[in-house]
């Protein structure tokens, strides 16, 4: 058994807690690892060591961090493989899915490389006689990061990118679900010439998390994970005032209009729906056909194609469309959930319920769901699912699916399938959500725009990644300046605009 370590200082050291969380092969059930879990004691080291070890990062000159991102790509590249094995063993998910995970993450990292450009500040000449007036953006410190299980490698980078790019220090509490990645990416950033002490995972669970969340030397604090969670820790941070982003979960639905493509949106669903097991922030979890007719053929194309999908482990090759989820507990939840579902009288067209995988009976596989006729009132369609289960809301007018999309009470992602341009640019001008795919079911924005959903899928201001990220980990100085020639006569005691 693996006894996993943190990454303090440029090395691998033991816990001393003597508290552990089990890491599973999701694929065969087994606990492969223990994940340490800190003490506060732990965690206040790392941030004393960050402490001490920021100033001088913050003082190499923004290219010269830049060179090691550069670097950092170069070595994610070579160690691709070898990183989404390691993804995939912990979480679960397939391995060309896995190398997107790394993927998108590296992606943010390229993008910080252009730090020199985003940190250059602003400028006034002669503001007023002799006076001028310019901004600089300086890092923040020490800041920190909780991350979820479902993007190891993609998450923490859209964080730790960003922040070393600005100068600060990063503590990185991943999730104890599959904490490997996370520490081989610290390992590589070492390699890529990042200096000791300026990245740092420390692994833990609430304990960690309210270290981090009441140690006054961490400046900001950047979470994702579930609503509740990312809740408490907005409260907890902004009271300590931290700058704090929180990013939690979703319920995302797709519009089919009656003109869309339907063998287009059948897979688009198909893929959108149960890719990574549903268990995406993005995932689409509700379809909803405008009409009877659109969604009885839309339903028709939907089963062939989910009794089609094939469930099985990561090293069953890349035909694999999904594996398992992350957890016993996690598989426990989705059933009870699909239960819930069939009680409360929605109809079950696709039932993964009794779906089992020769040689892997002890894995945390979960067959593939369909429901139609779901209603607003039911638990299925409320929740935040985080599996293979769509639920098909259906909707007579457009206006009412385009409701149904507003008063969910998350609003992360969500996308509409339509040949009508006027249809889809209203679409896209009213919902009250942050993503929005126009015939694209996952409208997760590339590495230069921002990432970030509304309502009670993110809580603070600013979005992750894009030029969010260089405000986040930044703060703004402006000094005014005025060289020698007003001195000369003498004190000035009130207070009036520059003329
Ligand atoms: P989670 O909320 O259980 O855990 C996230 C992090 O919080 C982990 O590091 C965990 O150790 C920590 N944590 C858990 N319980 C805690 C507690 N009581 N006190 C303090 N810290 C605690 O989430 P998860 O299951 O790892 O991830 C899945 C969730 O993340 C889903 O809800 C999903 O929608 C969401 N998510 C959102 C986004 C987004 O960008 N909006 C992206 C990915 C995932």
Not at 54 to 82: G, I, S, T, Y
Not at 284 to 306: N, Q
Not at 345 to 373: C, M, T, W
Not at 387 to 401: D, F, H, I, Q
Request: glycine residues 10%.
């Amino acid at each position: 058994m693996q006894e996993l370590t943190h990454y303090i200082n440029g090395e691998h050291v033991a816990g001393t807690s003597g508290r552990f969380g089990d890491v599973y092969n999701p694929a065969t059930g087994e606990v492969q690892a223990k994940c340490p879990l800190a003490t506060t004691e732990e965690v206040n080291k790392a941030v004393e060591i960050a402490a001490a070890a920021q100033p001088a990062w913050a003082a190499v000159n923004p290219q010269r961090r830049a060179r090691v991102l550069m670097k950092f790509v170069d070595l994610l590249n070579r160690d691709m493989d070898k990183l989404a094995e390691a993804l995939s063993r912990e979480h679960g998910k397939t391995f060309p899915d896995a190398k997107g995970d790394v993927q998108r993450g590296l992606e943010v990292v390229e993008y910080c490389i252009g730090a020199p450009q985003m940190l250059k500040g602003e400028f006034t000449d002669s503001a007023g006689p002799g006076i001028d007036i310019y901004s600089m953006r300086q890092p923040l410190g020490v800041t920190a990061g909780i991350t979820p299980f479902n993007f190891p490698a993609m998450i923490p980078m859209w964080m730790f990118a960003p922040a070393i790019a600005c100068g600060n220090a990063f503590i990185l509490k991943p999730s104890e679900r599959d904490p490997s990645v996370p520490l081989m990416l610290a390992e590589l950033l070492e390699e890529a010439g990042l200096p000791k002490g300026i990245l740092q995972v420390v692994n833990g669970d609430k304990e960690a998390v309210d270290a981090i969340l009441h140690n006054p030397v961490i400046q900001s604090i950047g979470f994702v994970g579930s609503t509740p969670i990312a809740e408490y820790i907005y409260a907890t941070g902004c009271a300590n005032g931290k700058r704090v982003q929180c990013f939690g979960g979703a319920k995302n639905h797709m519009i089919v209009m009656p003109d869309a493509d339907m063998d287009q949106a059948a897979d688009a669903l198909v893929g959108a729906g149960y890719g990574a097991a549903g268990e995406r922030c993005m995932a689409i979890s509700v379809a909803v056909p405008v009409g009877e007719e659109t969604a009885d053929r839309l339903i028709e194309k939907l089963v062939p194609r989910i009794e089609k999908l094939k469930v099985g482990p990561y090293t069953a090759g890349d035909d694999v469309d999904y594996g398992p989820v992350v957890t016993a507990a996690a598989k426990e939840n989705i059933l009870r959930l699909v239960q819930s579902g069939v009680d409360q009288g929605a109809k079950l067209v696709v039932d993964g319920r009794d779906f089992s995988l020769q040689g892997y009976e002890n894995g945390f596989f979960v067959g593939p769901h369909l429901f139609d006729h779901v209603t607003t009132d039911m638990d299925i369609y409320k929740k935040e699912i985080f599996g293979p289960v769509l639920s098909t809301v259906r909707a007579k007018t457009y206006e009412e699916a385009l409701s149904y999309a507003m008063d969910h009470e998350y609003g992360n992602g969500t996308a509409i399938f339509t040949r009508d341009g006027d249809t889809a640019r209203d679409f896209a001008n009213r919902v009250n959500i942050g993503m929005v795919g126009i015939n694209v079911p996952i409208p997760v924005p590339l590495a230069y725009h921002t990432f970030g959903g509304w309502k009670k899928s993110a809580f603070g201001d600013l979005n992750q990644h894009g030029p969010d990220a260089f405000k986040f980990y930044t703060r703004t100085k402006t000094v005014t300046a005025r060289w020698p020639s007003g001195l000369k006569e003498g004190g000035e005691f009130h207070f009036k605009p520059m003329d």
